[in-house]
């Protein structure tokens, strides 16, 4: 990609290209912040739907504490853009990885892991004691999410036998919020206060049981602004509500205006009235589907055409596309960002449809 200069037009940036738009970006991070400190809770991004330093940055400068990543190697681009206090959530496995975070250890001021299991706990305990470093754990608990996590029931047991183990600090809970993705804003409420409740009633248990929890931390973008003060929670880690993509709009979270990341791409065939076909196959747009409107993406100006089929490099527009010619330029609004932004090497950052920047997506790919 020929790197758009700051200044240029929107239309002159060569396709396809991933392009978020400032004011937009900048409105999504602030709502939730303020959403956060409304609630008392500290918002802890997690940074797998940006995957970019800059944006980070602009996070933590508006409020956030710190930083979630899923990866290791999100957390060592994080760590080499100067984020103080990351933590993974997520269970790092493997002697490779093990290694991986203790060195990671040794350079970040605040860091934490998840872990759910003695197989996961153990290593990196011997680790880190080998290594003469405590590192800060939170237990994740399964709460329904049906995906990493001890059961409810198993948390007092575990975290007992976590305690003697040396080179760990339990010093939190956290869970994942997948049950927070329903479209029925009292349902997300509902779940809001009950995944608080849960998380905060078994924080005091630890508590009563003589540990020091002082994290309990969960939330996904859907459930983000839904706390009440006094919920339970410590932390939210909401990640894709920075760029938001069609899924957050067909369940509601977000509008289309508030859709911060699009895919600008050409028109380069009409071969057809019925059929117009673009630059942006599922190497630009990811293979995801919506998963409530079936498509592989959505134009944000008129027409009001989606990609309806796709191929490696070309993506087909539906009949909608009657009026689109050959070489115009389309922005289309993806599935879900978080695979879509992967794909991508740099972010070309524009506002009133002139390019402001280009941020490189320092931990694109980063997926080990
Ligand atoms: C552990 C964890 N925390 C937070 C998030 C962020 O959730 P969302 O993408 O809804 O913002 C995710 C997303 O997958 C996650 O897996």
Redesign the pocket.
Known sequence: MLLPLPGQPLDAVDTPALVVDYDILLDNLTRLQRAADAAGLQLRP?I??HKTPEIAHLQLRLGAVGV?C?KLGEAEVMATAGIEDIFI??QIVGETKVRRLVALARRVPKLSVAVDSLEVARPIGAACAAAGLTLDVLIEVDTGAARCGVLPERVVPFARELAVLPGLRLVGL?A??AR??VGDLEQRRAFCRQEAAELAALAQELRADGHDIARVSG????S?PCYEPGCGLTEI?????CLNDHNQVDLGTCTREQVAATVLATVISRPAPDRAILDAGTKALDQQVGKLTEGYGWLVDPPEASVVKINDEHGYLDARAGSLRVADKVRIIPPRI?TCLNLYDWMVVAQDGVVRDVWRIAARGRNT
């Not at 939330?219 to 859907?222: D, E, K, L």
């Not at 880690?237 to 509500?241: A, K, L």
């Open positions: 997690h797998k739907a979630t899923a959530a997520n956290m994942y919020a927070s993705y939330g996904s973008t859907p983000g880690r909401s990640g894709t509500y978080c």
